[in-house]
């Protein structure tokens, strides 16, 4: 068997054939102006995967947590900052680039989103990932819709983002339907929406799960096909290898 756990926002655990893969860490209660009721633990974990650069998707402070020999998997000039950060095994990779961790292969994929820590810091590509042993995980970071989706191959489990954290939808992302949309392409056995939820501004009231719903709604329209999983933070979904 394998699982995924949702640790709110983009941050995952991926947990197949005994190797536990983790996404996009930021596990603290605030992030700059952003705040959230609580950050579980992911406990040990053998790799990290990292989306993009945004502070909402890669955090110092929560790798700080991790032992800095740690691998970390990253896109092509995110190294040059991680390795600034005291992280020593560090892989960066582009879109259709593949490499093996703990016996899982793990291919990066393209994703549709703008990625940069600032006004003056340098621009690098976004990816999601394709965590293929047993069974088969896709996590897209964050992304909008691109038509390569179909070419990502036989999935178990698309994780996908759906919504975001602001009042406003910015480009690059996915809302609820946009992301039932892609499941056409996608194929996959079952699908949970993450990106929701999770962050609010200082004063907003807090996020409800709206935006899963109306993924989980549209997605029995669009893709009937699909079974979707919403899942609460520090939930787990346990995922039987296909026959």
């Known amino acids: 068997m394998s699982g995924l756990?949702?640790?709110?926002?983009?941050?995952?655990?991926?947990?197949?054939?005994?190797?536990?893969?983790?996404?996009?860490?930021?596990?603290?209660?605030?992030?700059?102006?952003l705040r959230r009721d609580a950050a579980p633990d992911p406990g040990p974990v053998d790799a990290i995967l990292v989306s993009h650069t945004h502070f909402d998707h890669l955090d110092r402070a929560s790798l700080r947590r991790f032992d800095r020999a740690l691998p970390i998997v990253a896109p092509t000039g995110v190294g040059k900052l991680l390795r600034g950060w005291g992280?020593?095994?560090?892989?960066?990779?582009?879109?259709?680039?593949?490499?093996?961790?703990?016996?899982?292969?793990?291919?990066?994929?393209?994703?549709?989103?703008?990625?940069?820590?600032?006004?003056?810091?340098?621009?690098?590509?976004?990816l999601g990932y394709v965590v293929q042993g047993s069974t088969t995980f896709y996590f897209a970071g964050d992304t909008d819709f691109f038509d390569g989706m179909a070419e990502l191959g036989s999935?178990?489990?698309?994780?996908?983002p759906v919504s975001?954290?602001?009042?406003?939808?910015?480009?690059?992302?996915?809302?609820?339907?946009?992301?039932?949309?892609?499941?056409?392409?996608?194929r996959p056995r079952i699908a949970?929406?993450?990106?929701?939820?999770?962050?609010?501004?200082?004063?907003?009231?807090?996020?409800?799960?709206?935006?899963?719903?109306?993924?989980?709604?549209a997605a029995a329209e669009l893709a009937p096909e699909v079974e979707v999983r919403v899942l609460a933070i520090g939930e787990t979904l346990v995922v039987e290898v296909a026959r």
């Open 5 to 33: 756990t949702w640790l709110g926002h983009s941050t995952v655990v991926i947990d197949v054939d005994g190797t536990r893969l983790l996404t996009d860490p930021v596990l603290r209660r605030r992030v700059w102006h």
């Open 87 to 126: 992280h020593s095994q560090v892989r960066e990779v582009d879109a259709g680039d593949e490499l093996e961790l703990g016996g899982l292969v793990v291919r990066a994929t393209q994703a549709e989103h703008e990625s940069g820590r600032g006004p003056f810091s340098e621009r690098t590509n976004s």
């Open 155 to 160: 999935m178990d489990v698309a994780v996908l």
């Open 164 to 186: 975001g954290w602001g009042s406003k939808l910015p480009a690059g992302h996915l809302d609820p339907r946009r992301a039932a949309e892609t499941l056409r392409l996608l």
């Open 192 to 217: 949970v929406p993450i990106h929701w939820g999770t962050f609010r501004t200082p004063f907003a009231p807090r996020p409800d799960d709206r935006p899963a719903r109306e993924f989980e709604q």
